[in-house]
C-alpha cells in the first residue's frame, strides 16, 4: 500500500494555516500559459495532515463506513481541552465511494474551521 497525497487545493490551504514540514512530493503551479512558477507546494499525505490536524489544533477527522449505504462517510471533531468534552464541526452530509476520498474531504473542512 501506497500513502495518499493530498490534493493541491489541500495543499495550499494547508500551507496558509501553518502546516510547515519538510516533505519530498511538491506541485509546482502554473502561472501564465504553460510556464511554471519556482514556488512549490509541500505536499503532506493525507495521514500525515490529519495527525497535524490533531496534535497542532486538536481536530480529530473520523472516517467511518455507512453498512446500510456501503459508502464512507466523515465526521470532523474538535477535542475542547479538558479532553472530555467535544465540539462536531459541521461536515456537509456526503457519502463517498472511498475512505480516501472521505478523509480528503474532511481533511479540508478541518482545515477551513481553522
Not at 62 to 72: A, C, H, P
Amino acid at each position: 500500500m501506497e500513502e495518499q497525497a493530498v490534493t493541491l487545493q489541500i495543499a495550499i490551504l494547508a500551507k496558509e494555516k501553518g502546516f510547515r514540514m519538510s516533505i519530498d512530493e511538491n506541485y509546482c503551479c502554473p502561472s501564465v500559459g504553460n510556464e511554471y512558477i519556482l514556488d512549490a507546494h509541500y505536499v503532506p499525505t493525507q495521514s500525515l495532515l490529519q495527525k497535524w490536524l490533531r496534535e497542532e489544533h486538536n481536530l480529530h477527522v473520523i472516517v467511518w463506513f455507512n453498512n446500510l449505504t456501503e459508502k464512507w462517510r466523515v465526521d470532523d471533531i474538535l477535542m475542547l481541552p479538558d479532553m472530555r468534552s467535544i465540539l462536531a464541526i459541521d461536515v456537509p452530509d456526503k457519502e463517498f465511494v472511498t475512505y480516501e476520498l472521505a478523509l480528503e474531504h474532511g481533511l479540508y473542512e478541518s482545515l477551513k474551521s481553522i
